[in-house]
């Protein structure tokens, strides 16, 4: 069963995508901030994280940063309800296994983005 890393600072939202990964078979492991992702990525060694980009402490950039730094190849997506189209670039250019989704399609593409992560 692969590990996920979910990090989303909105209660209600993260136990919604929690309940949708659980049901599709997923280990589900929950952080509400930057710093208490990087702590439960070093503690948990998920196989995907999915992180918001606007979070408290440090953002979902840096943490794709901290990770990518020791482990390039993790897959990571990227959630966000809005984010300049330009940072968006810059970040799926310099972080190749970081996939982008826009939060107005979570709901209904999250799981296909977790597998093909997987793959």
Known sequence: MATILLVEDHA???KALRRQLEADGYRVVEAADGNEA????RMHAPDVIITDFQ???LNGREVIQVVSAQQPALP???MSGGIDEQLRVCILHQYPSVRYLAKDVVSTQLCSFVRDALM
Do not use: E, G, K
């Open 55 to 57: 979070l408290p402490h």
């Open 38 to 41: 990087i702590h439960c990525w």
């Open 12 to 14: 209600a939202l993260r």
């Open 76 to 78: 990571i997506i990227l």
